[in-house]
């Protein structure tokens, strides 16, 4: 167990709809790390955050946002879904803004009808 | 810009076999180099990692050494087990920054 928490571990939904996707990072980490793992694309960066700050923006697309919250939790928020959303979104953590490691949660796997 | 790529699988072997999979990485700077395994259903979980030149990271039996000179971080185990069976992917970063993966090799073992 990485510490990290996800939920919910699986969501359905139609096209065109709105999901959260929630993280907990490990107890006094203050980076979260947001994934994409799809089939054609493999492990994609969409975004970190940085004690409620956002620090650096990788492959994230304009329909999809992020936030940390006070208490260091985040979402990634997923909207006008379409079929090709349909991926694991991985959330992961690290401690000091200069770590190399990063613990991952258990994913969340969206899937779009 | 920073890169990994890794060998192709998937790789099937039988218990007991040694196994490598192969790792080579583009990178500007001096980057940290990790595997990690995923199991079936489950999330990556880091397997082991090392921070500079000439560094080994060990753990559960796998090992792999950073070696600078051929961009290269080769991951291997000399008696792989039923259990070993998952997606093994290396990925590298920068201090502070994302990871960059590579495609992930999958390994099947059969008793």
């Known amino acids: 167990d990485s510490g990290v928490t996800q939920t919910p571990k699986h969501l359905i939904t139609a096209t065109g709809q709105r999901v959260t996707l929630r993280c907990s990072p490990r107890?006094?980490?203050?980076?979260v790390y947001w994934y994409q793992q799809s089939l054609d694309q493999g492990l994609q960066f969409l975004i970190q955050?940085?004690?409620?700050?956002?620090?650096a923006k990788g492959n994230i697309l304009e329909r999809f946002s992020a936030q940390q919250f006070p208490d260091l939790h985040s979402e990634l928020n997923l909207s006008s879904l379409e079929l090709g959303d349909s991926a694991l979104y991985f959330c992961?953590?690290?401690?000091?803004?200069?770590?190399?490691?990063?613990?991952f949660g258990p994913g969340t796997r969206l899937t779009v009808t | 810009g920073n890169s990994v790529t890794q060998m192709e699988g998937p790789v099937t072997l039988s218990e007991e076999a040694f196994l490598t999979i192969n790792c080579t990485y583009t990178?500007?700077?001096?980057?940290?180099l990790f595997w990690y395994v995923q199991y079936p259903g489950e999330g990556l979980q880091l397997l082991l990692k090392?921070?500079?030149?000439?560094d080994k990271g060990s753990n559960k039996g796998f090992e792999a050494t950073y070696r600078k000179e051929t961009t290269s971080f080769h991951l291997e185990k000399g008696s792989v087990q039923v259990s070993d069976s998952a997606v093994y992917f290396c990925?590298?970063?920068?201090?502070?920054?994302?990871?960059?993966f590579g495609k992930g090799t999958t390994l099947s073992v059969s008793s």
């Open positions: 990178a500007t700077g001096y980057p940290s």
């Open positions: 992961a953590s690290s401690g000091r803004p200069d770590s190399y490691e990063q613990y």
């Open positions: 090392a921070t500079k030149a000439d």
């Open positions: 107890s006094g980490d203050l980076s």
């Open positions: 955050y940085y004690n409620g700050e956002e620090r």
């Open positions: 990925a590298l970063n920068q201090a502070g920054t994302a990871l960059i």
